[in-house]
């Protein structure tokens, strides 16, 4: 499942390539590129959404030589910092750190956008997640978790009302027959929080947001709700949902985006600040470091996959 740094080399040079396809036909050369930048991620510090936006605004800092400041606005499982965002409209100094909640959000709860309110410039790569219990639970597999969740309260934790914790568990439940008690919260830090805590049994969080618990053995994987295995260190030997019988498999992409009504000149501006972003050995380390799947796109191949991936999740939640 790992991909090597010549797949994630590979990856980027095929975008570069479709930048003729992005549309606007607009010079990048006319954007006026000066002043401070703004990078908002729309969920608290410490879980995956925050990991891919310092990263990113880090990565953009060195292709551009600009000044990008992360601002955190978590609250509404993501709702209020795409509100935030609605607000710039036309700023091109403004970026977002996004994820599955931009599209799932809009389908499950009265807020004033959609994906197609914004300008899309990359899909960074995509993240499966791994269940988890804590390092003492009788809990010893996804198979054991969803038994129990046949026949008593069962009570997990998810990062966001909509997000792909909410989509994972909305799965296993369609395929088995289990219910699952949610209790939501607003990043992957508290969600483990609040297992290590024991007010919740099981999680569903991102690997690289419980990697350190697990070789600690706070934490122990019961799945990963993934296609195949991984074969990062540390989590070779966790079975995947389906090779205990439960048909689920479900990634969150993570990317960032601009505001809507930004000039073209803005748009291919970062559309080619992210392409040279995508060539750095930052880049790799991003996607080595956070056990990701490199699957990059820009502009307009973005805003194909986010209206794919609207109709998937339609099917996921049954909307």
């Known amino acids: 499942m790992k991909k090597s740094m010549k797949t994630i080399s590979g990856l980027a040079a095929v975008g570069a390539l479709t930048l003729a396809g992005c549309g606007g036909g607009g010079d990048a050369e006319g954007y006026s590129a000066s002043g401070n930048v703004t990078m908002i991620v729309p969920f608290a510090a410490g879980g995956g959404s925050d990991i891919a936006g310092r990263a990113t605004a880090a990565g953009l800092e060195d292709a551009t030589g600009r ?38 959000l809009p389908l499950t709860q009265d807020v004033e956008f959609t994906y197609e309110d914004f300008t899309p410039i990359m899909k960074l790569a995509e993240d499966f997640t791994i269940i988890a219990a804590a390092g003492d639970s009788d809990l010893e597999s996804c198979s054991d978790l969803v038994e129990q969740a046949k026949s008593e309260r069962t009570v997990v934790a998810i990062a966001g009302a909509t997000g792909l914790d909410n989509i994972t568990f909305s799965l ?29 049994e099981a999680v569903s969080v991102n690997p690289s947001e419980v990697s350190g618990q697990i070789e600690s053995g706070d934490v122990k994987p019961l799945c990963a709700a993934s296609e195949e295995r991984y074969d990062y260190e540390g989590f070779e030997d966790v079975e995947t949902a389906a090779e205990q019988g439960i048909d689920v498999a479900f990634a969150q992409f993570r990317g960032f985006i601009a505001p809507g009504g930004i000039s073209d000149e803005a748009r291919d501006y970062w559309i080619e600040q992210a392409q040279a972003y995508a060539e750095t050995d930052e880049f790799a380390a991003y996607i080595e470091d956070n056990l990701l799947q490199p699957t990059v796109e820009y502009g307009d191949d973005f805003t194909a996959y986010l209206a794919e991936n609207e109709q998937e999740i339609r099917e996921a939640l049954d909307l």
């Open 67 to 104: 000044t990008i400041t992360v601002q955190n606005i978590d609250g509404g499982s993501g709702a209020v910092g795409y509100s935030e965002f609605l607000g710039r409209n036309g700023d091109g100094n403004y970026l977002l750190a996004t994820e599955t909640a931009m599209v799932a």
């Open 172 to 200: 296993m439940e369609d395929q088995t027959g289990a219910e699952f008690d949610r209790v939501p919260f607003e990043s992957g830090s508290e969600v483990l929080t609040a297992l290590m805590g024991g007010q919740v």
